[in-house]
Structure formats: structure tokens, C-alpha cells
């Protein structure tokens, strides 16, 4: 899965824990361990919600390239 992968990424390089990144994000923590883990879709809503909570735009959401 590689939304989830890659929000994965972002946010333990910011150093956040999922339940901050819900915090940030203003959702539901399980719903982050979800998206995570490949048990669901994020709705446009909540990729919103996660860029909020990341600091980042949409665009920098899905720029793989950057993975490491």
C-alpha cells in the first residue's frame, strides 16, 4: 500500500506518533492505523486532514520519489 507507506514515512520523519498525527489531523487514530496498514481508503476529506496534520501539501502526499 503505498499511500499508507508512504504517510508512514512522513510521519515518523517528523517524529509523530500516530495518536499526535490524529491530533494534528483532527481524526480518528484508528483511522490512521488503517490507512497505515492498508485496511482502508482515505476519502479526499482525510488525505486533506493528513496534509494538515503533516504540514504538507497534497502534491508533497503523493511525490514517492522522496521515499526513502
Not at 517524529?15 to 496498514?37: P, T
Amino acid at each position: 500500500n503505498t499511500l499508507g507507506t508512504r504517510v508512514k514515512a512522513l510521519r515518523i520523519q517528523r517524529g509523530l506518533s500516530m495518536e499526535k498525527l490524529a491530533e494534528l489531523s483532527e481524526i480518528d487514530y484508528r483511522q490512521i492505523f488503517n490507512i497505515e496498514h492498508g485496511r482502508t481508503n482515505a476519502t479526499v476529506s482525510t488525505l486533506g486532514a493528513l496534509c494538515k496534520g503533516l504540514c504538507i501539501s497534497l502534491s508533497e502526499l503523493f511525490d514517492i520519489s522522496s521515499l526513502k
